[in-house]
């Protein structure tokens, strides 16, 4: 075999030759164009990497484009299916609600400071919570942590009233503001011990508790209308596990979920300041 191979290459004479040439020229193009391709490739993948690196995982872009993409990739992409929970979450714009020396931050996919010791939570924490609450437009809604304000508005968008109790003053004065300015007429602010309820404005149909609760506070239960859902962490200081509560009569059923960490819950039913 190795005979007649070598007699053909013998037998095509110059133009074998030229024909080999040419094959070895496609050849050496061929692999040019792959190492530039794969170079290319590996260019896109550093500069990807190197800018997540400098932004520090900061997104780029409007905070409009930043709040679609926390969206689709914090918010569709684990599991949140409710379209109208998505479409508050696109429509409720955070920067609204946190310092301007984080507006950097403003859909980064963790909680931020707000003052006074609290948090605004990390929107997936947000949106899964008030997804757990099964909204329907005609709910009263409770919410016990308002912070300054960011996840009543959420649920502004979503229910027909919401009364929100924050037990820090300046942080109650602050979300007041902020709703008015944003236009939420539905968002009713009132400072006070949040672990008690609103028992003046009850029954409501769902309350949802935005801080760490070491058990259930018998009084928010009281507050909820038959066939009610109240859905608040429980557990210690450090970690707390998210509790779905529904009342059926003079019985509730309760189902517990995902872990989480939030301040705690301060108050006659919850910790000690």
């Not at 437009?137 to 027909?160: H, K, N, S, W």
Request: glycine share 10%; aromatic share 4%.
């Amino acid at each position: 075999m190795g005979n007649k191979t070598e007699s053909r290459r013998d037998g095509a004479g110059s133009h074998g030759t030229r024909k080999l040439q040419i094959r070895l020229n496609m050849s050496r193009l061929a692999a040019t164009l792959l190492g530039r391709d794969s170079e290319a490739r590996s260019t896109r993948l550093s500069s990807n990497m190197f800018t997540h690196i400098f932004n520090d995982g900061h997104a780029a872009g409007t905070l409009e484009e930043q709040r679609a993409r926390m969206v689709e990739e914090q918010l569709r992409s684990r599991g949140i299916r409710d379209p109208r929970v998505l479409a508050a979450m696109s429509k409720v714009p955070r920067e609204e609600f946190i310092a301007s020396d984080d507006l950097r931050d403003a859909y980064g996919d963790h909680p931020l400071p707000i003052g006074a010791g609290q948090t605004v939570s990390q929107p997936y924490i947000v949106a899964a919570m008030v997804e757990a609450l099964e909204m329907q437009p005609p709910d009263r809604v409770l919410e016990v942590g308002t912070g300054t304000g960011y996840e009543a508005a959420i649920l502004g968008e979503l229910a027909a009233e919401v009364w929100t109790i924050e037990r820090h003053e300046e942080l109650a004065n602050k979300a007041r503001e902020i709703l008015a300015r944003l236009g939420c007429p539905n968002v009713h602010v009132v400072h006070g011990d949040g672990s008690l309820g609103l028992p003046e404005q009850a029954p409501f149909d769902k309350i949802l508790v935005a801080a760490g609760a070491p058990r259930i506070p018998d009084s928010l239960v009281a507050q909820l209308v038959d066939g009610g859902r109240l859905v608040v962490p429980v557990g210690n200081r450090a970690e707390q596990q998210v509790h779905i509560l529904r009342k059926l009569g003079s019985e509730t059923v309760v189902t517990t979920h995902e872990l989480c960490r939030f301040v705690p819950l301060v108050g006659q039913e919850g910790w000690e300041s």
